[in-house]
């Protein structure tokens, strides 16, 4: 095995390692009253069938997870393969959570779980109602000085740049792409990170400010606690990842003015992006942490949305005017699919992943 | 302010967010000048269709709770200290409060009974 397939399986066992935690966290991350993606009230939390379910999910991940990683490498020395793995893997996670959480939809119905049960959603009507978590500020303020302070930095040393100028390196720290020197091709780059910079800071301040109806769980100020703490953890962690990302660019930046040995480059390269994952890891950690397990059901319950969410995982509600709506299965939102623009926005995406998964083959041609 | 609803409720939802509107200006949650959100706002707070604030808005309207103007949006114009039903809106309250009793009454409630009713819900308004 050579020192660039080994640094490739690596970055990829990295980023694979990252989806299966993601994929078998994702019952823990999720509101405690929606196990793999079914409404049962707040005193089912508990249910045996529930908990059974759950398990079952968790094991089948980590099993499929144990799998791609030794089939990922196993088959190292055809790199195009690990998008195939990576994307294998979700979707047999995927299939694993469609299929586990029958019985919980079944039981559920059988036992008519919600009678007697009353339901609520809130949500402010005065519009100085309090918003959600703001942005992290100082952590974005830090990552533009650092995107800024590198298109400084290699604009001031445009001269001592080598040219023809490095476009694209391989694995092992080895360019294996070049381009003309010129002012656009040297500012790329840093101009890439700046606008990402700023791209991440907008959507944190739309986080921010969108305000979704409070679903109680049976315990309306436990739930508000969970939902701020949650909205937290994400842009504390966008803030990092921000900051990250813009050290990654900078790092490669600096690479074209003080040309690193090979090897010292791919190191400082993993090291880059074992960075970028560490902040993702943290917010998993810190989100699971404010789950709860207890079967407490003093208030109202949420009200059972089963059928807007066909699979637990897809939103599909026509009444609802929002193109985005907080995730059902894990952290983070996700797209209505009556809404006119959710439809093509997931057609972009579908194309996107399946060219993700295609184009490294045609490259390696 | 915030207000429930209850998707699975009989009642259907523009009521609902009628009456906690209501409901709110009476118990003084509410008062005259505070601005509402608006039928996009509210609709995207509640994932609920637009047409459905509309309704409630529009029935708020007629009855002389709250103003929309294209400036100031919309607006509650009705106070529980300051007295603004006209003959019309009197009339109508009537009429609304007779079925509720007469409901009581048919479930064979006696007068006792009603007056208690009556008696329980001012003391939640004026507690």
Redesign the interface.
Known sequence: MTTETFVIGIIAALALGAVIAAMTLVPTLSRPTVPLGVSVPADRIADPVVRTAVRRYRRACLIAGALAVIGLFATLDHPATIVIWTLGYLIVATVAFAALRRPIVDAKRAGDWYAGH????????????PGGVGPTWPLHLAALLVALGAAGWTAASFDRLPDPLPAHWGAGGVVDRWEPKTWASVLSMPAFSVLMVVAVAALCVWMGRR????LPDGDPEQARREQIRKQHVMQVALGWINVATAALFGVLGANLIVQWPADVFSAIMVAGVAAVTVPVIWMTMAAARTSRTDATSDG?DS???DAHWPGGLVYY?R????LN?PKRAGLGYTINLAHPAGLALSALLVVALICSAVVPFALTR | MEIELDPTSSAPLYQQIHDRIVEGIALGRLRRGQPLASVRQLAGWFGINPGTVVKAYDQLRAEGFIETTPKSGTTVVADRDHPTATDERLDAVRAELFTVLATARAHGLDAAALDALVAAARERLDP
């Open positions: 009353r339901v609520a959603v809130s949500a402010p009507i005065t519009p100085d109602a305000v979704d109806p409070l109202p009200p059972d949305d509600n009444e609802d005017p929002r709506v």
